[in-house]
């Protein structure tokens, strides 16, 4: 357990502190910046594994910057990297249980979008699907990122 020193008590915090111990500080201190929502919705909606494929988004993420992002996301335990069976100096991107967990979350900001943003009729589809299905819908989605991203049967994880 980290201890959560204040500086104003004399004493500097160490750095691997969190700014404060509130859900939403602690979620956001993982995925709040402009950018790994983004490669996260990659990962589950598009079907993008490889670094080169997350280059290619609408959003032109830079690669140094995705690079970050995806180090930061494996090092959070959301996602892994492993070696592409294909190709030697390529690595595979998939969704831990911890990853595939968010997508309730990302159906809230897609529905949440849909409601006061200018969303794009092509591009809100799924956020479209996902809203009208609700939580039965995310479950089965959930179950079929078990099943590419773990390698979980789909009908055994549809139950959990």
Same mark, same amino acid.
């Not at 592409?84 to 529905?111: F, M, N």
């Given at each position: 357990?980290?201890?959560?020193?204040? =500086?104003?008590?004399?004493?500097? @915090? +160490?750095?691997?502190?969190?700014?404060?111990?509130?859900?939403?500080?602690?979620?956001?201190? /993982?995925?709040?910046?402009?950018? $790994?929502?983004?490669?996260?919705?990659?990962?589950?909606?598009?079907?993008?594994?490889?670094?080169?494929?997350?280059? =290619?988004?609408?959003?032109?993420?830079?690669?140094?910057?995705?690079?970050?992002?995806?180090?930061?996301?494996?090092?959070?335990?959301? /996602?892994?990297? #492993?070696?592409?069976?294909?190709?030697?100096?390529? !690595? /595979?991107? #998939?969704? $831990?249980?911890?990853?595939?967990?968010?997508? +309730?979350?990302? %159906?809230?900001?897609?529905?949440?979008?849909?409601?006061?943003? +200018? /969303?794009?009729? *092509?591009?809100?589809?799924?956020? @479209?699907?996902? *809203?009208?299905?609700? +939580?039965?819908?995310?479950?089965?989605?959930? !179950?079929?990122?078990?099943?590419?991203?773990?390698? $979980?049967? %789909? !009908?055994?994880?549809?139950? #959990?």
């Amino acid at each position: 357990m980290v201890a959560y020193c204040k =500086q104003s008590a004399g004493m500097i @915090a +160490p750095p691997d502190a969190h700014r404060s111990l509130c859900p939403i500080n602690l979620a956001l201190e /993982v995925f709040g910046d402009r950018w $790994t929502l983004l490669i996260i919705r990659d990962l589950m909606f598009a079907g993008k594994r490889h670094f080169r494929e997350f280059l =290619q988004s609408d959003e032109r993420i830079a690669s140094n910057i995705l690079a970050d992002r995806l180090n930061m996301l494996v090092e959070q335990g959301i /996602v892994t990297r #492993s070696g592409d069976p294909t190709h030697k100096q390529k !690595a /595979v991107y #998939s969704l $831990t249980e911890r990853g595939i967990a968010l997508l +309730p979350v990302i %159906a809230q900001i897609g529905s949440w979008s849909r409601r006061f943003l +200018p /969303v794009s009729e *092509e591009l809100g589809v799924t956020a @479209a699907e996902l *809203e009208a299905g609700g +939580p039965g819908l995310w479950d089965e989605w959930m !179950a079929r990122l078990r099943s590419e991203h773990l390698g $979980t049967p %789909a !009908a055994a994880s549809a139950g #959990s």
